[in-house]
T-cell receptor, first 114, second 116 residues
């Protein structure tokens, strides 16, 4: 069975600073994808970034980047130059290439301090 | 191109009533997925449907819950005889193909069901 663990229920960061959200996962499969989703108070689920497990290069989307450590099964999200609009719940998620489900972690609530 | 549309956005039901949640996938998407988010939890898979077929219902509670995706019209998640523990946000997602590419779904904004 696949699991995703986010050990930080809440985090705070000063506006314009950098913050890293942690995620670990477990799977015996070798072909999978990892995601970070953002859920603002509007409840909309927004895909922030995705990573293919077979790629060693870390994915980057503007101010968002990941640190993918496959051997350690770690997938952290770094947000640079934090903005007030980044305040949200962030979910780490895993999908196997052969499956149709996404397995989500419990989320980390990120607060941005002005 | 409208996104995944879910309605209603909020739904209040008394214990024992039926709840019907609707999901219209993105245009051209024939694969629909339902997820449930309990308070302070991540989303959990419930069911995967294609038009007129249930492909995977391994996450559906065995009783009171059912889902359909007819040839015409939206996908419906139906909860009979609701109980307080059914209070949650229910999300629908759609994709044009099965999730073999790991592109991630396009989610709707969810329906928040409150059972009183």
């Amino acid at each position: 069975a696949q699991t995703v663990t986010q050990s930080q229920p809440e985090m705070s960061v000063q506006e314009a600073e950098t913050v890293t959200l942690s995620c670990t996962y477990d799977t015996s499969e070798s072909d999978y994808y990892l995601f970070w989703y953002k859920q603002p108070p509007s409840r909309q689920m927004i895909l922030v970034i995705r990573q293919e497990a077979y790629k060693q290069q870390n994915a980057t989307e503007n101010r968002f980047s990941v640190n993918f450590q496959k051997a350690a099964k770690s997938f952290s999200l770094k947000i640079s130059d934090s903005q007030l609009g980044d305040a949200a719940m962030y979910f780490c998620a895993l999908a196997l290439n052969r499956d149709d489900k996404i397995i989500f972690g419990k989320g980390t609530r990120l607060h941005i301090l002005p | 191109n409208a996104g995944v549309m879910q309605n209603p956005r909020h739904l209040v039901r008394r214990r024992g009533q039926e709840a019907r949640l609707r999901c219209s996938p993105m245009k051209g998407h024939s694969h629909v997925y339902w997820y449930r988010q309990l308070p302070e939890e991540g989303l959990k898979f419930m069911v995967y449907l294609q038009k007129e077929n249930i492909i995977d219902e391994s996450g559906m509670p065995k009783e009171r819950f059912s889902a359909e995706f007819p040839k015409e019209g939206p996908s419906i998640l139906r909860i009979q005889q609701v109980v307080r523990g059914d209070s949650a946000a229910y999300f629908c997602a759609s994709s044009p193909t099965p999730l073999t590419g790991g592109n991630g779904y396009t989610f709707g904004s969810g329906t928040r069901l409150t059972v009183v």
